[in-house]
């Protein structure tokens, strides 16, 4: 059973930056598809990015594209955010999808427990 650990989050005001990062110790994450995902307060969870294993292919939804930018290694994917809004506060969440190829669909056979980003002044 893979989990998944989010680390990264915290206070920032709004125009700030974050990294996220997302691990499952002792386990590779390089076959499988991953996504970061959020859910902000009286909100639904939403999709913010995925990223195929093979080739990086990068799927962002339309309100983070140009400010948000994912990566990922071997052993951990990465979500940086800049140019932070009050509106990305939530809770932030790593899945992983067992999609090993070069396209990935926000799929989720595995979830983190999340990491909370708070933006406010």
């Known amino acids: 059973q893979l989990q998944l650990v989010e680390s990264g989050g915290g206070l920032v005001q709004p125009g700030g930056s974050l990294r996220l990062s997302c691990a499952a110790p002792g386990y590779t994450l390089q076959y499988y598809a991953m996504a970061w995902f959020r859910q902000g307060p009286g909100k639904e969870r939403e999709g913010v990015s995925c990223m195929s294993s093979v080739g990086g292919t990068t799927n962002y939804t339309d309100s983070v594209r140009g400010r948000f930018t994912m990566s990922r290694d071997s052993a951990r994917v990465y979500l940086e955010m800049n140019s932070l809004e009050t509106e990305d506060t939530g809770v932030y969440y790593c899945?992983?999808?067992?999609?090993?190829?070069?396209?990935?669909?926000?799929?989720?056979?595995?979830w983190g427990k999340g990491t909370l980003v708070t933006v406010s002044s």
């Open positions: 899945a992983a999808e067992m999609r090993h190829g070069t396209s990935c669909h926000f799929g989720t056979n595995f």
